[in-house]
Protein backbone atom coordinates (compact mmCIF):
# COMPACT_ATOMS: atom_id res chain seq x y z
CA UNK A 1 0.00 0.00 0.00
CA UNK A 2 0.95 3.39 -0.50
CA UNK A 3 0.66 6.05 1.49
CA UNK A 4 -0.06 9.98 1.04
CA UNK A 5 0.87 11.33 3.90
CA UNK A 6 3.66 9.56 6.56
CA UNK A 7 5.06 10.71 9.80
CA UNK A 8 7.78 10.06 11.86
CA UNK A 9 7.95 11.35 15.49
CA UNK A 10 7.56 10.35 19.08
CA UNK A 11 4.48 7.87 20.15
CA UNK A 12 3.60 9.36 23.09
CA UNK A 13 0.51 8.44 25.47
CA UNK A 14 -1.04 11.58 26.06
CA UNK A 15 -2.70 11.18 29.73
CA UNK A 16 -5.18 14.39 30.28
CA UNK A 17 -6.68 15.72 33.85
CA UNK A 18 -8.16 18.86 34.91
CA UNK A 19 -5.92 21.18 37.43
CA UNK A 20 -6.48 24.60 38.66
CA UNK A 21 -3.51 27.26 38.99
CA UNK A 22 -3.29 25.78 42.52
CA UNK A 23 -2.20 22.37 41.74
CA UNK A 24 -0.19 23.28 39.42
CA UNK A 25 2.12 25.37 42.30
CA UNK A 26 1.80 22.90 44.52
CA UNK A 27 3.00 19.95 42.07
CA UNK A 28 6.11 22.41 40.53
CA UNK A 29 4.06 22.48 36.82
CA UNK A 30 4.99 25.70 35.11
CA UNK A 31 2.00 26.46 33.46
CA UNK A 32 1.19 26.21 29.65
CA UNK A 33 4.61 24.70 28.59
CA UNK A 34 6.24 20.90 28.11
CA UNK A 35 8.21 20.04 30.34
CA UNK A 36 10.60 17.25 30.08
CA UNK A 37 10.18 14.25 33.25
CA UNK A 38 12.12 11.73 34.23
CA UNK A 39 10.42 8.03 34.95
CA UNK A 40 9.55 8.96 38.53
CA UNK A 41 8.24 12.30 38.32
CA UNK A 42 6.08 11.28 35.82
CA UNK A 43 4.62 8.27 37.98
CA UNK A 44 3.97 10.60 40.87
CA UNK A 45 2.62 13.12 38.69
CA UNK A 46 0.42 10.33 36.95
CA UNK A 47 -0.79 9.37 40.06
CA UNK A 48 -2.14 12.83 40.99
CA UNK A 49 -3.97 12.80 38.19
CA UNK A 50 -7.93 13.20 38.91
CA UNK A 51 -9.77 12.64 36.04
CA UNK A 52 -7.69 10.57 33.50
CA UNK A 53 -8.37 10.46 29.70
CA UNK A 54 -5.56 8.21 28.25
CA UNK A 55 -5.83 8.90 24.24
CA UNK A 56 -2.82 8.11 21.23
CA UNK A 57 -0.66 11.19 21.65
CA UNK A 58 2.30 12.87 20.40
CA UNK A 59 2.67 16.14 18.00
CA UNK A 60 3.34 13.92 14.40
CA UNK A 61 1.13 11.30 15.60
CA UNK A 62 -1.94 13.88 16.31
CA UNK A 63 -1.18 15.74 13.14
CA UNK A 64 -1.10 12.14 10.90
CA UNK A 65 -4.36 10.81 13.28
CA UNK A 66 -6.09 13.92 11.96
CA UNK A 67 -5.04 14.09 7.92
CA UNK A 68 -6.29 10.18 8.10
CA UNK A 69 -9.49 11.15 9.52
CA UNK A 70 -9.95 13.78 6.44
CA UNK A 71 -9.75 10.43 4.39
CA UNK A 72 -5.97 10.26 3.03
CA UNK A 73 -4.03 7.22 3.44
CA UNK A 74 -1.58 7.59 6.17
CA UNK A 75 1.17 6.11 8.40
CA UNK A 76 2.88 6.72 11.50
CA UNK A 77 6.90 5.92 12.30
CA UNK A 78 7.12 5.38 15.82
CA UNK A 79 8.79 3.19 18.59
CA UNK A 80 6.60 1.70 21.60
CA UNK A 81 7.46 -1.02 24.04
CA UNK A 82 5.27 -4.13 24.13
CA UNK A 83 3.44 -3.16 27.08
CA UNK A 84 -0.04 -2.21 28.04
CA UNK A 85 0.59 1.91 26.47
CA UNK A 86 2.72 0.67 23.84
CA UNK A 87 0.02 -1.82 22.57
CA UNK A 88 -3.01 0.57 23.39
CA UNK A 89 -1.28 3.10 21.02
CA UNK A 90 -0.80 0.89 18.33
CA UNK A 91 -4.14 -0.57 18.19
CA UNK A 92 -5.65 3.08 18.51
CA UNK A 93 -4.22 4.07 15.04
CA UNK A 94 -4.83 1.03 13.21
CA UNK A 95 -8.78 1.04 14.12
CA UNK A 96 -8.50 5.10 13.18
CA UNK A 97 -7.32 4.50 9.79
CA UNK A 98 -3.42 5.11 10.44
CA UNK A 99 -0.98 2.78 9.74
CA UNK A 100 1.51 1.67 12.25
CA UNK A 101 4.10 -0.33 10.56
CA UNK A 102 6.59 -1.03 13.74
CA UNK A 103 4.71 -3.05 15.99
CA UNK A 104 5.27 -3.27 20.02
CA UNK A 105 8.44 -4.84 20.65
CA UNK A 106 10.57 -5.72 23.72
CA UNK A 107 12.82 -2.58 24.09
CA UNK A 108 14.53 -1.39 27.76
CA UNK A 109 12.45 2.11 28.33
CA UNK A 110 8.21 1.75 28.87
CA UNK A 111 6.01 3.35 26.28
CA UNK A 112 6.92 7.20 26.50
CA UNK A 113 3.87 9.43 27.84
CA UNK A 114 3.09 13.08 28.65
CA UNK A 115 0.83 13.96 31.85
CA UNK A 116 -0.67 16.71 30.40
CA UNK A 117 -3.22 18.88 32.83
CA UNK A 118 -5.60 21.14 31.56
CA UNK A 119 -6.43 24.40 33.05
CA UNK A 120 -10.08 26.33 33.49
CA UNK A 121 -9.01 28.71 30.62
CA UNK A 122 -8.00 25.70 28.66
CA UNK A 123 -4.16 26.02 28.63
CA UNK A 124 -2.34 22.65 28.75
CA UNK A 125 0.72 22.49 30.83
CA UNK A 126 2.62 19.37 29.59
CA UNK A 127 4.82 17.02 31.70
CA UNK A 128 6.56 14.87 29.46
CA UNK A 129 8.58 11.53 29.88
CA UNK A 130 9.92 10.23 26.76
CA UNK A 131 10.49 7.01 27.37
CA UNK A 132 10.64 4.31 24.39
CA UNK A 133 9.42 6.45 21.70
CA UNK A 134 12.77 9.31 21.81
CA UNK A 135 15.07 5.84 21.05
CA UNK A 136 13.49 5.88 18.03
CA UNK A 137 16.93 5.78 15.25
CA UNK A 138 17.36 4.96 11.53
CA UNK A 139 17.01 1.20 11.86
CA UNK A 140 13.47 2.06 12.72
CA UNK A 141 12.71 3.40 9.73
CA UNK A 142 10.77 0.85 7.99
CA UNK A 143 10.59 0.99 3.76
CA UNK A 144 7.09 2.84 2.96
CA UNK A 145 7.77 5.98 1.14
CA UNK A 146 7.20 4.19 -2.28
CA UNK A 147 4.57 6.60 -3.83
CA UNK A 148 4.25 8.92 -1.07
CA UNK A 149 3.59 12.28 -0.90
CA UNK A 150 4.80 14.07 1.81
CA UNK A 151 6.76 12.93 5.48
CA UNK A 152 5.78 15.05 8.10
CA UNK A 153 8.99 14.97 10.82
CA UNK A 154 8.90 16.66 14.55
CA UNK A 155 10.90 18.92 15.59
CA UNK A 156 11.49 16.81 19.34
CA UNK A 157 13.03 14.10 17.42
CA UNK A 158 16.60 16.23 17.61
CA UNK A 159 16.26 16.01 21.90
CA UNK A 160 18.45 12.61 20.87
CA UNK A 161 20.88 11.66 18.37
CA UNK A 162 19.03 8.65 18.11
CA UNK A 163 16.20 10.32 16.86
CA UNK A 164 18.35 13.02 14.62
CA UNK A 165 19.86 9.49 11.97
CA UNK A 166 15.76 8.40 11.84
CA UNK A 167 14.93 11.96 10.87
CA UNK A 168 17.67 11.57 8.33
CA UNK A 169 16.70 8.20 6.86
CA UNK A 170 13.31 9.24 6.48
CA UNK A 171 14.18 12.25 4.77
CA UNK A 172 16.45 10.73 2.28
CA UNK A 173 14.07 7.60 1.81
CA UNK A 174 11.28 10.74 0.92
CA UNK A 175 13.63 12.39 -1.43
CA UNK A 176 14.59 8.62 -3.22
CA UNK A 177 10.77 8.42 -3.67
CA UNK A 178 10.45 11.77 -5.19
CA UNK A 179 8.43 13.06 -2.40
CA UNK A 180 8.19 16.20 -0.53
CA UNK A 181 9.60 16.69 3.42
CA UNK A 182 7.52 18.86 6.17
CA UNK A 183 8.64 20.04 9.21
CA UNK A 184 7.14 21.15 12.58
CA UNK A 185 9.39 23.59 14.70
CA UNK A 186 7.41 21.92 17.51
CA UNK A 187 8.20 24.22 20.27
CA UNK A 188 10.14 27.56 20.97
CA UNK A 189 12.72 26.07 23.02
CA UNK A 190 12.91 23.05 20.38
CA UNK A 191 14.21 25.98 17.94
CA UNK A 192 16.48 27.50 20.55
CA UNK A 193 18.35 24.15 21.14
CA UNK A 194 18.57 22.87 17.53
CA UNK A 195 18.66 26.64 15.98
CA UNK A 196 21.91 25.77 13.46
CA UNK A 197 20.17 22.32 12.34
CA UNK A 198 16.54 23.52 12.19
CA UNK A 199 17.64 26.27 9.63
CA UNK A 200 20.19 24.20 7.70
CA UNK A 201 17.00 21.30 7.07
CA UNK A 202 14.62 24.36 6.33
CA UNK A 203 17.16 25.77 3.98
CA UNK A 204 18.13 22.32 2.71
CA UNK A 205 15.80 18.90 2.58
CA UNK A 206 12.53 20.75 3.93
CA UNK A 207 10.08 21.98 1.11
CA UNK A 208 6.98 22.87 4.00
CA UNK A 209 8.18 24.28 7.51
CA UNK A 210 5.01 24.47 10.42
CA UNK A 211 5.61 26.91 13.28
CA UNK A 212 3.69 29.71 15.45
CA UNK A 213 5.07 33.09 16.13
CA UNK A 214 7.29 32.65 18.94
CA UNK A 215 8.86 29.47 17.48
CA UNK A 216 9.74 30.79 14.26
CA UNK A 217 11.29 34.20 15.90
CA UNK A 218 12.96 32.25 18.54
CA UNK A 219 14.25 30.11 15.48
CA UNK A 220 16.12 33.06 13.55
CA UNK A 221 16.90 35.43 16.36
CA UNK A 222 14.76 38.21 15.75
CA UNK A 223 11.71 39.98 17.85
CA UNK A 224 9.91 40.88 14.25
CA UNK A 225 8.11 38.15 12.77
CA UNK A 226 7.86 39.92 9.50
CA UNK A 227 11.94 39.18 9.68
CA UNK A 228 11.82 35.51 10.68
CA UNK A 229 9.00 35.06 8.28
CA UNK A 230 11.04 36.81 5.70
CA UNK A 231 14.44 34.63 6.70
CA UNK A 232 12.53 31.67 6.89
CA UNK A 233 10.48 31.63 3.05
CA UNK A 234 13.78 33.01 1.44
CA UNK A 235 15.42 29.44 2.13
CA UNK A 236 11.97 27.05 2.52
CA UNK A 237 9.11 26.47 -0.36
CA UNK A 238 5.96 26.88 1.93
CA UNK A 239 6.44 28.67 5.50
CA UNK A 240 3.05 28.52 7.98
CA UNK A 241 2.59 30.55 10.54
CA UNK A 242 -0.04 30.19 13.19
CA UNK A 243 -0.27 33.51 15.40
CA UNK A 244 -2.46 32.79 18.63
CA UNK A 245 -5.95 33.49 17.70
CA UNK A 246 -4.87 36.06 15.11
CA UNK A 247 -5.26 35.29 11.20
CA UNK A 248 -2.66 32.93 10.05
CA UNK A 249 -0.18 33.57 7.76
CA UNK A 250 1.91 31.68 4.96
CA UNK A 251 4.83 32.63 3.16
CA UNK A 252 5.31 31.09 -0.76
CA UNK A 253 6.66 32.29 -3.58
CA UNK A 254 7.61 35.72 -2.04
CA UNK A 255 3.46 36.44 -1.47
CA UNK A 256 2.16 36.20 2.34
CA UNK A 257 -1.31 34.63 2.09
CA UNK A 258 -3.74 34.86 5.22
CA UNK A 259 -6.58 32.82 7.11
CA UNK A 260 -8.85 34.60 9.26
CA UNK A 261 -8.96 32.95 13.07
CA UNK A 262 -12.24 33.83 14.91
CA UNK A 263 -10.67 34.13 18.68
CA UNK A 264 -13.05 31.72 21.43
CA UNK A 265 -12.09 30.22 24.88
CA UNK A 266 -10.81 27.12 24.10
CA UNK A 267 -11.91 24.35 26.14
CA UNK A 268 -8.61 22.41 25.62
CA UNK A 269 -6.00 23.96 23.89
CA UNK A 270 -4.10 20.77 23.67
CA UNK A 271 -3.63 19.63 19.79
CA UNK A 272 -4.46 23.16 18.24
CA UNK A 273 -1.19 22.99 16.39
CA UNK A 274 -1.07 19.36 15.68
CA UNK A 275 -4.44 20.09 13.73
CA UNK A 276 -3.80 23.49 12.18
CA UNK A 277 -0.85 21.44 10.76
CA UNK A 278 -3.52 18.34 9.67
CA UNK A 279 -6.01 20.67 7.79
CA UNK A 280 -3.06 22.97 6.25
CA UNK A 281 -1.05 19.53 4.86
CA UNK A 282 -3.98 17.76 3.59
CA UNK A 283 -5.06 20.75 1.99
CA UNK A 284 -1.28 20.64 0.49
CA UNK A 285 -1.52 17.04 -0.72
CA UNK A 286 -4.69 17.84 -2.47
CA UNK A 287 -3.57 20.75 -4.63
CA UNK A 288 -5.37 23.76 -2.88
CA UNK A 289 -4.22 27.25 -2.73
CA UNK A 290 -1.96 28.20 0.03
CA UNK A 291 -5.36 30.44 1.41
CA UNK A 292 -7.66 27.29 1.21
CA UNK A 293 -5.12 25.14 2.86
CA UNK A 294 -4.75 27.60 5.51
CA UNK A 295 -8.63 28.18 5.53
CA UNK A 296 -8.69 24.24 6.53
CA UNK A 297 -5.56 24.16 9.19
CA UNK A 298 -8.22 27.07 11.29
CA UNK A 299 -10.71 24.66 11.08
CA UNK A 300 -8.97 21.49 12.11
CA UNK A 301 -7.62 24.04 14.80
CA UNK A 302 -11.09 25.21 15.88
CA UNK A 303 -13.08 22.32 16.31
CA UNK A 304 -10.48 20.33 18.84
CA UNK A 305 -9.80 23.42 20.91
CA UNK A 306 -13.70 22.68 21.57
CA UNK A 307 -13.03 19.79 23.74
CA UNK A 308 -11.06 17.24 25.92
CA UNK A 309 -8.30 15.61 23.83
CA UNK A 310 -6.04 16.38 20.65
CA UNK A 311 -7.69 14.51 17.53
CA UNK A 312 -11.05 15.62 15.88
CA UNK A 313 -14.04 14.34 17.22
CA UNK A 314 -16.76 16.13 14.65
CA UNK A 315 -16.66 15.25 10.89
CA UNK A 316 -14.13 17.60 9.61
CA UNK A 317 -15.26 16.92 5.83
CA UNK A 318 -18.37 17.86 6.37
CA UNK A 319 -17.53 21.21 7.71
CA UNK A 320 -15.27 21.97 4.91
CA UNK A 321 -18.10 21.37 2.62
CA UNK A 322 -19.76 24.47 4.64
CA UNK A 323 -17.31 26.47 4.30
CA UNK A 324 -17.35 25.79 0.45
CA UNK A 325 -13.52 24.18 0.56
CA UNK A 326 -14.16 20.74 -0.78
Known amino acids: MSFNVIGIGNAIV ?45 SVGNTIAGIGALGLKTAFIGKVRNDALGRFYAASLEEAGTAFPNPPKDVPLPTSRSMIFVSPDGERSMNTYLGAGADISSADVPDVFDGADILFLEGYLFDKDEGKTAFAEAAAKMKAAGGRAAITISDPFCAERHRDDFQRLIAGDVDIAI ?109 FAEQGLL
Request: glycine share 10%; with cysteine; hydrophobic share 45%.
Open 211 to 319: GNALEWMTLYQTDTLDEALAQASAACDIVACTRSGESVWIMQGGQRFEAPVTPVTPVDATGAGDQFAAGFLYGVATGRDMETAARMGVICAAEVIGHIGPRPKANIRAM
Open 14 to 58: DVISHANDMFLDQMGIEKGIMQLVDRDRAELLYAAMRDRVETPGG
